[in-house]
């Protein structure tokens, strides 16, 4: 009886040390793409999500795409606003980059604008990933 009080107090120890690690995680991979990965040593993953999703944002700045701020005038402006911001540092890089700001009269600026949100949803689900491999839910 010894034995199973000791055993299941060291299991109540190990959650606690995992969520924290899990937490560390999602915000590493969340602030810089792929960095939850490098932490987790999936040097693979880890490349492939910042490419991913540094090529994507990157494309969609060069091409005048539009970003959209935080206080959004509706709710779609708001659904945007959070798909660009997935994207992590990027998002913050995005005024360097759009010094003439966005131009979507044209069909560039428009996909521009989707490619930006499209790196910050596969940004997101880099961290879901992260998080699933970081909880052992996945290998």
Known sequence: ???????????????????????LVVVAAWIVPGLGHLLLRQWGRAIVFFVAVGGLA??????????FP??????????????????GAFYYFARFFEAAGPDVSRAAGDYGTRFIAAAGVVNLIGVCDA????TRRRS
């Open 58 to 67: 990157v494309t969609g700045y060069l091409l005048r795409g539009n970003i």
């Open 1 to 23: 009886m010894n034995e199973a009080s000791t055993s299941e107090s060291q299991v109540a120890e190990f959650p606690s040390k995992q969520s924290s690690t899990a937490i």
């Open 70 to 87: 935080p206080r959004g005038g509706d709710v779609f402006g708001t659904l945007a606003f959070l798909a660009d911001a997935g994207s």
């Open 131 to 134: 998080y699933e491999i970081a």
